[in-house]
């Protein structure tokens, strides 16, 4: 259980295993005790090219919690959506933009902690996860204006069909750039 909490903490903080006590050299680009300077290996944030029965367990660990996290993104999301467009009365583009800004800041900060365990560069790592944020913004306006516009059928029923679309492909793009 204290080994897994180490391996745990070390993979959370982007720290190398075998460093030394009380040193940060960052996992991928430090050196390994019996080895050379490792190159294009695992680091739990994922794009990582030597993978063992541990990296495939760490990805599925964080792939559900990346679910989860997304989860409740999604039903702040849609909640905020419901509230803003169907009591607020807001035009439901400007509903939708509101709506996922709060569930992208959401998901950012649960997870920069839980997920990733990535709290270097918040700044950095903030933008880039708003940025694949705002594809999600754009894949559900067009898919408002085609189906609510263009064909008539309810902007709530539009938004939500539009979510686990949006999730899949913000998984990778997140996994390979806002949290390398």
Request: hydrophobic letters at 45%; a positive charge; proline letters at 2%.
């Amino acid at each position: 259980m204290a080994a897994e909490g180490v391996v745990r903490a070390d993979s959370r903080t982007g720290t190398d295993a075998a460093s030394p006590a009380g040193t940060d050299t960052p996992t991928g680009t430090g050196s390994r005790a019996g080895g050379g300077t490792q190159v294009g290996t695992d680091d739990g944030a994922g794009g990582g090219t030597a993978r063992g029965a541990g990296g495939r367990t760490r990805d599925l660990r964080q792939l559900i919690t990346y679910a989860l996290v997304g989860g409740s993104g999604v039903l702040l999301d849609m909640g905020a959506f419901l509230l803003l467009y169907n009591v607020a009365g807001l035009h439901e583009q400007v509903a939708n933009v509101l709506s996922t800004s709060l569930g992208i800041t959401n998901n950012f900060v649960l997870n920069a902690l839980f997920t990733f365990g990535r709290r270097d560069r918040l700044l950095l790592r903030y933008l880039r996860f708003y940025a694949v944020g705002l594809t999600g913004i754009a894949v559900t306006f067009v898919l408002l204006a085609v189906f609510s516009r263009g064909l008539g059928i309810d902007p709530n029923l539009v938004k939500a069909g539009s979510l686990p679309l949006v999730l899949v492909f913000q998984f990778a793009l997140n996994r390979k750039w806002s949290f390398a």
